[in-house]
């Protein structure tokens, strides 16, 4: 994995914060954490992230309100997010978060390779979208 990559971790659990910390750290990613939506909204704004996983049940702003923001954000929008998550665990929870905007909603707990894996395809994926996107916009006369 590339150290390129940071993950900001959003969870008002302290455990989880750090355990989620350790195991991406030792992936090779960069992490950065808040403990709710509200002061991971004010980081993001500050310094982009390549990947948001946050919780959903936190104080001040929950993990929903803060999907909201940052998918209504045009300079944030293309973040990918996920939700990680062992309190919502319904498929109507799941819904609601990925018609916010969510990449995944995923599931407390979960294999750690798994859960990394999957993380991966995500920044892989989003990685080539913005590569297409820039070649479709050098391409344009205007740049020529």
Do not use: H, W
Request: glycine share 6%.
């Amino acid at each position: 994995m590339n150290l390129a990559n940071t993950i900001l971790v959003v969870d008002d659990a302290p455990l989880s914060l750090d355990f989620l910390e350790d195991l991406f750290t030792s992936k090779g990613f960069s992490v950065s954490k808040a403990r709710n939506g509200k002061e991971a909204l004010d980081q993001v704004r500050k310094v982009r992230p390549d990947l948001i996983v946050s919780d959903v049940l936190m104080p001040v702003m929950d993990g929903f309100t803060f999907c909201r923001r940052v998918k209504e954000d045009e300079r944030l929008r293309s973040i990918p997010f996920v939700f990680y998550t062992g309190n919502y665990n319904n498929p109507m929870d799941a819904q609601l978060g990925l018609s916010l905007g969510a990449d995944l909603y995923l599931n407390k707990p979960m294999d750690t390779k798994v859960l990394t894996a999957m993380l991966q395809g995500l920044l892989n994926r989003s990685r080539t979208e913005r590569e297409c996107n820039l070649k479709g916009l050098l391409s344009e006369d205007r740049f020529l």
